[in-house]
């Protein structure tokens, strides 16, 4: 069973900057995509970022642009959030999630495999 843990989530001041990791315990097909998502209380789940596992290819939304970076190490099946620039909006719960699509797609429906979470907090 495919398994997805986070971490690296925390308080953090407004401006600073904080990197998620998510370790995949297999790797769910061939060519997959792995991505984040965020849920703020109240809110729906919001696509943040996603990479093509082979590819390389990433997509951002739009609310997180030029200001975070996605990445993943291979040779460990781990992805990382580079997040920079916070601000309070970018308060939620962070989620891995994985999707057995090659190619990134930001719909929360195609992914089957998600984490737990990670909290992230940024105070003003």
């Known amino acids: 069973q495919v398994r997805l843990i986070e971490s690296g989530g925390g308080l953090v001041q407004a401006g600073g900057s904080l990197r998620l990791s998510c370790t995949i315990s297999?790797?769910?097909?061939?060519?997959?995509?792995m991505g984040w998502f965020r849920q703020a209380p109240g809110a729906e789940r919001e696509f943040v970022a996603a990479?093509?596992?082979?590819?390389?290819?990433?997509r951002y939304g739009d609310s997180v642009k030029a200001r975070f970076t996605i990445s993943r190490d291979g040779a460990k099946n781990t992805l990382f959030l580079q997040m920079n620039s916070l601000t309070p909006e970018d308060t939620a719960m962070y989620y891995c999630?994985?999707?057995?699509?090659?190619?990134?797609?930001?719909?929360?429906?195609?992914?089957?495999?998600w984490g737990q979470g990670t909290q992230v907090t940024v105070s003003s």
């Open positions: 999630a994985a999707s057995e699509t090659r190619l990134p797609t930001i719909s929360k429906g195609a992914y089957r495999y």
């Open positions: 297999e790797r769910p097909s061939s060519g997959f995509t």
């Open positions: 990479v093509g596992w082979v590819s390389g290819v990433a």
